[in-house]
């Protein structure tokens, strides 16, 4: 079941608010690129693919805004390399 993906611009994340926990990635923005740094599921919440629609949002949000990714975190580098539609995305 896809859960809402909130954009939370001032604290530079992308959030699932679920059960009273949270799933997140967390960026830094340098010009026309965003750094995935950190992804974020509370242990309640794992095992139900969450932490992959935060990501897909953060990829999305990237490509609607012709921004170049930089998968610093290892969860989102590793979803980037399963998800070849996003590997254009990446920074070189």
């Given at each position: 079941m896809e859960e809402k993906v909130i954009h939370e611009n001032e604290?530079?994340?992308?959030?699932?608010?679920?059960?009273?926990?949270?799933?997140?990635?967390?960026?830094t923005m340098t010009g026309s690129e965003i750094n995935l740094y950190h992804t974020f599921t509370d242990p309640a919440l794992r095992g139900k693919g969450?932490?992959?629609?935060?990501?897909?949002?953060?990829l999305e949000f990237a490509k609607e805004n012709?921004?170049?990714?930089?998968?610093?975190?290892?969860y989102v580098h590793a979803?980037?390399?399963?998800?070849?539609?996003?590997?254009e995305l990446v920074a070189n």
């Open positions: 604290d530079k994340r992308f959030v699932i608010n679920l059960e009273g926990n949270e799933v997140y990635v967390e960026y969450l932490a992959a629609q935060v990501v897909r949002a953060a012709n921004l170049k990714v930089v998968p610093t975190c290892s979803f980037i390399t399963k998800n070849k539609e996003y590997q």
